[in-house]
């Protein structure tokens, strides 16, 4: 089993960046697919982006891609994601995610994650 903790939501004018942390604690880290969904009110939780156990390959929604980032740093058990020129449609309470899958694998499915974190908000205005 793994635990998970984001940080670094907050609220940022439109055009602006965050950088979201999840901490990772439990279970051997290397072992998991890892993965960032987001869910704004009203709309069901969405794919934002995906990495590796090997952290070679990863996946972004087409809503992100060019300006989402995501990485991870193994020795610290730690996933990143980087968002830039963010949108007031970005609006979402953003959720860490943690599934099996081979060693380059990623995926977008919710279905194939088994290990949640509570979400951090991320507010972006107009």
């Known amino acids: 089993q793994v635990q998970l903790v984001e940080s670094g939501g907050g609220s940022v004018q439109n055009g602006g960046s965050l950088r979201l942390s999840c901490a990772a604690s439990g279970r051997i880290f290397s072992s998991y697919v890892m993965g960032w969904f987001r869910q704004a009110p009203g709309k069901e939780r969405e794919f934002v982006a995906s990495i590796s156990r090997s952290g070679t390959s990863t996946h972004l929604a087409d809503s992100v891609k060019g300006r989402f980032t995501i990485s991870r740093d193994t020795a610290k058990n730690m996933v990143y994601l980087q968002m830039n020129s963010l949108k007031p449609e970005d609006t979402a309470v953003y959720y860490c995610?943690?599934?099996?899958?081979?060693?380059?694998?990623?995926?977008?499915?919710?279905?194939?994650?088994?290990?949640w974190g509570q979400g951090t908000q991320v507010t972006i205005s107009s």
């Open positions: 995610a943690a599934g099996s899958g081979s060693y380059y694998a990623v995926d977008y499915r919710p279905a194939a994650f088994d290990y």
